[in-house]
């Protein structure tokens, strides 16, 4: 694989979930995952901030990018090959450090390095990434855009790519289903499409996990008996919790298309999975032996719910890692997919 890649590869992602997408990319020797220190969170926030003054602002970015960059630079020494260039995959977060006088720092410090935008959130709802990466800037501050939505790669003419994931599953104790079907979600404004499903699958004698967070006190008592309704989750809680479910449900926010993180876990997991996303049909990450796209959760077969899942394909679980996601990056850096100048 060290042959296989031309670049090494810095991954700058703040979510701690973000970790087990990418940890298997760094057993290829050419691939680091940079944890960001409280300092950092800190001053990358106040940069981001629209509360403080510009000036101020100003004063912590020059406190922040050179910190950074000798971060980077250790990064870069640790790679099996460190003559390589480098290429920076980084998450929204960074975008002000990427863009303007960040982005003049990197490249001066890592010259033939490359800058890849992955964002694995939604970009029309935040203000402030919507109109840089729409086009009404000018200055180019990424060799690549990807969206993990394919609705919204269209409509801002980015790159589109799936969400990779590595295998996590010795992280998760083997333990006994306790549920036939788990959901566990912040739930915000799915709650009553949640709570239909959970009445139609109990109301089948189907054992249900539902574990929902951020839902305000005035709705939990409308909730059916047996919904639990928990504080923040750490990732590999919520995985150990997830596994002692047979099928994973997956129910995304309004009008995303973009795969979710629960149909790599399923994969990881040998589950198998429900979506109510009809753009997972066309994912490259679709099973059809395994998952099912539903509307209305009547229309959900028993024999789905009731089968044990088929082992997923090798090709699919390689289809889905780290290393195969970097070597996407790097042919869409040869042939110019997804390159959007702003």
């Given at each position: 694989?060290n ?5 090494n590869?810095i991954i700058?992602?703040?979510e701690?979930y973000?970790r087990?997408?990418?940890r ?6 050419s691939?680091?995952f940079?944890k960001?220190s409280?300092a950092?969170?800190f001053?990358?926030r106040?940069?981001?901030?629209r509360k403080?003054p510009r000036?101020l602002?100003?004063?912590l970015?020059?406190l ?5 960059c000798r971060r ?13 260039p ?9 975008l002000?450090l990427?863009?303007n006088?960040?982005?003049q720092?990197?490249r001066?410090r890592?010259?033939g390095s490359?800058t890849v935008?992955?964002?694995i959130?939604?970009i029309?709802?935040e203000?402030?990434l919507?109109?840089?990466v ?7 501050f990424a060799?690549?855009?990807w969206?993990f ?8 003419g980015?790159g589109?790519?799936d ?6 599953s010795g ?5 006994e289903?306790e ?11 799915r709650?009553?499409?949640?709570m239909n499903?959970y009445r139609?699958l109990?109301?089948r ?10 839902v305000?006190e005035e709705?939990?008592?409308q909730a059916p ?10 990732y590999e809680?919520?995985l150990?919790t ?5 099928i994973?449900?997956?129910?995304v926010?309004d009008d995303a298309?973009g795969?979710?993180?629960r149909?790599?876990?399923?994969i990881v997991l040998?589950?198998?999975?429900l979506s109510d996303?009809?753009?997972l049909?066309e994912?490259?990450a679709f ?17 789905f719910?009731?089968e044990p899942p088929?082992?997923?394909?090798a090709?699919?679980?390689e289809?889905?890692?780290?290393t195969a996601?970097?070597r ?7 042939e110019?997919?997804g390159?959007?100048a702003i």
């Amino acid at each position: 694989m060290n042959e296989e890649l031309r670049y090494n590869y810095i991954i700058c992602f703040r979510e701690p979930y973000c970790r087990y997408m990418f940890r298997d990319a760094e057993a290829t020797g050419s691939a680091v995952f940079l944890k960001t220190s409280r300092a950092e969170r800190f001053l990358r926030r106040a940069v981001d901030s629209r509360k403080l003054p510009r000036v101020l602002k100003s004063v912590l970015f020059r406190l922040q990018s050179p910190v950074l960059c000798r971060r980077l630079q250790k990064a870069a020494k640790r790679m099996a090959d460190p003559q390589k260039p480098v290429c920076f995959i980084l998450d929204r977060r960074y975008l002000s450090l990427v863009r303007n006088k960040g982005s003049q720092r990197i490249r001066s410090r890592f010259p033939g390095s490359k800058t890849v935008l992955f964002l694995i959130d939604l970009i029309r709802r935040e203000p402030y990434l919507e109109e840089h990466v729409s086009g009404n800037g000018t200055e180019r501050f990424a060799d690549l855009i990807w969206s993990f939505d394919p609705a919204e790669a269209a409509k801002y003419g980015i790159g589109f790519h799936d969400v990779p994931i590595s295998d996590f599953s010795g992280d998760v104790t083997p333990a006994e289903p306790e549920w036939d079907v788990v959901f566990i979600a912040k739930i915000k404004t799915r709650i009553e499409r949640a709570m239909n499903i959970y009445r139609n699958l109990t109301a089948r004698g189907y054992r249900c996990g539902f574990f929902l967070h951020k839902v305000p006190e005035e709705e939990r008592g409308q909730a059916p008996e047996g919904v639990r309704f928990t504080d923040w989750m750490p990732y590999e809680e919520y995985l150990k919790t997830e596994a002692k479910g047979r099928i994973i449900l997956e129910i995304v926010q309004d009008d995303a298309a973009g795969n979710t993180l629960r149909v790599n876990e399923a994969i990881v997991l040998q589950k198998k999975l429900l979506s109510d996303n009809p753009a997972l049909r066309e994912s490259p990450a679709f099973d059809p032996q395994n998952m099912f796209v539903f509307d209305d959760p009547a229309d959900i077969p028993d024999a789905f719910l009731s089968e044990p899942p088929a082992p997923y394909p090798a090709p699919l679980k390689e289809k889905i890692s780290p290393t195969a996601f970097l070597r996407d990056v790097e042919k869409a850096l040869r042939e110019g997919e997804g390159n959007h100048a702003i």
